[in-house]
């Protein structure tokens, strides 16, 4: 008889470690998440879904990561989420939309705090989980994620009118980057 009950529990336990692998997410935008190509892959700008924004320019997510706005158009706080250093996503943001390497990107802050010109540094994040979360949790938060990341616990933005998964979009992350990570 004991031996009846192993079985069913043993099984459960094999059932529950397999690991099944993840659908691409259809984003809140209602994008599908794909590679694109050999280029690599897309990162969307994600919000929290609170938030009304829709679209930025390229200008006003600059702006807005380089902590030269404070607010959103709906009077909340931005609070910019960054991962850490040595991620693929944080070097295609540091490339694309801040135009800096890593030095630059720290003595930005430091020198932009102190003279006042800054109003906010980016919250440095561990990974994407991390940055999903405190986007979800914070109604002024502003964060990347790759496109493939994307859950309906946030909002993607579109930039200058596109969306991760088509063509004219902008914010890639380089194919040899990605390798190691994926």
């Not at 702006?63 to 944080?90: D, N, T, Y």
């Not at 990974?127 to 109604?139: E, I, M, Q, W």
Request: no cysteine; charged share 25%.
């Amino acid at each position: 008889m004991a031996r009846v009950r192993r079985f069913p529990f043993a099984l459960v336990m094999l059932v529950l470690s397999l690991q099944i692998p993840p659908t691409p997410a259809v984003g809140a935008a209602g994008f599908s998440a794909r590679v694109r190509g050999t280029t690599g892959q897309s990162l969307a700008i994600v919000v929290n879904r609170s938030n009304p924004t829709e679209n930025l320019s390229f200008g006003e997510l600059r702006k807005i990561f380089l902590g030269e706005r404070s607010h959103w158009p709906h009077g909340r706080r931005i609070a910019v989420a960054m991962m850490e250093q040595g991620q693929p996503e944080r070097e295609a943001v540091l490339r694309e939309v801040y135009r800096m390497s890593e030095d630059s990107y720290r003595d930005h802050f430091l020198k932009g705090r102190f003279t006042g010109d800054v109003f906010f540094s980016p919250k440095t994040l561990a990974s994407p989980t991390v940055v999903r979360k405190f986007v979800f949790n914070a109604p002024g938060a502003i964060g990347y994620l790759r496109a493939d990341d994307v859950d309906t616990s946030v909002k993607v933005l579109r930039i200058d009118g596109h969306l991760p998964d088509e063509k004219d979009y902008r914010l890639q992350i380089d194919a040899h980057l990605t390798n190691g990570y994926e």
